[in-house]
């Protein structure tokens, strides 16, 4: 994994800050009949200490969107676009994710596809973004940023192609998976499964 080429997304990155702007983003995105997406949560450092995700990350063909989550505007686009039985949503341990973005706001998920329980199930035991871009897509993706202030007022360049990069990287596995026919048929563990509400809180 070492010796493969570093590669971070080098398309159009847009930064979601304006009512036209979201509008152009779901534009995008519901034209699409399938995206990456990823989230981003403050790190917590002590014990018993946590936080709500603050950034979602969405890839299309044309480009990678990225949506401060503080937004009412906002979640009531990311929870239509959730909830689209049309347009499958490919992630990667997307379980934790839905889970801490319904204590953000409602919605009912479908068509949310985790590519790692996919991989699984085809033999693979490391299952992790980075882990599959290296055996899929013959990439290595720096995470070194993971773990910064993800609810800073402005982030840094290299935080917001940490971001992109990982919701791209999702669609391009996608996109690979389907190409290997890994995806047919679909198993329906491979579909997000929403945990008891016991689990969610």
């Given amino acids: 994994m070492a010796l493969l080429p570093v590669r971070r997304y080098e398309g159009e990155i847009c930064m979601v800050a304006t009512p036209q702007e979201l509008d152009r983003a779901l534009h995008d995105l519901f034209a699409e009949s399938a995206v990456g997406w990823d989230t981003e949560t403050r790190p917590a450092f ?17 480009a990678v969107y990225l949506f401060r989550l503080e937004s009412g505007d906002v979640r009531s686009g990311l929870a239509a676009l959730l909830e689209d039985s049309r347009i ?17 706001f409602p919605f009912e998920e479908r068509e949310v596809l985790d ?7 085809r033999g693979i035991e490391q299952t992790g973004l980075r882990n599959l871009a290296g055996i899929f897509l ?10 910064s202030n993800w609810a800073a007022k402005r982030l840094s360049g290299a935080q ?18 389907r190409e290997l026919d890994l995806l047919s048929p679909w198993n329906p563990v491979d579909l997000a499964q929403r945990l008891p509400p016991e689990q969610e809180v």
């Fill in 115 to 121: 590519l790692g329980r996919i991989a699984h199930r």
């Fill in 88 to 104: 499958v949503k490919a992630g990667i341990s997307v379980a934790d994710d839905l889970r801490g973005l319904r204590q953000v």
């Fill in 138 to 147: 013959g990439i290595r993706i720096p995470k070194g940023i993971k773990t």
């Fill in 160 to 177: 917001i192609a940490y971001a992109a990069t990982d919701a791209w990287v999702c669609r391009e596995l996608y996109l690979r998976f």
């Fill in 46 to 62: 002590r014990k018993g200490e946590s936080y709500l995700p603050c950034l979602f990350q969405a890839a299309t063909a044309a």
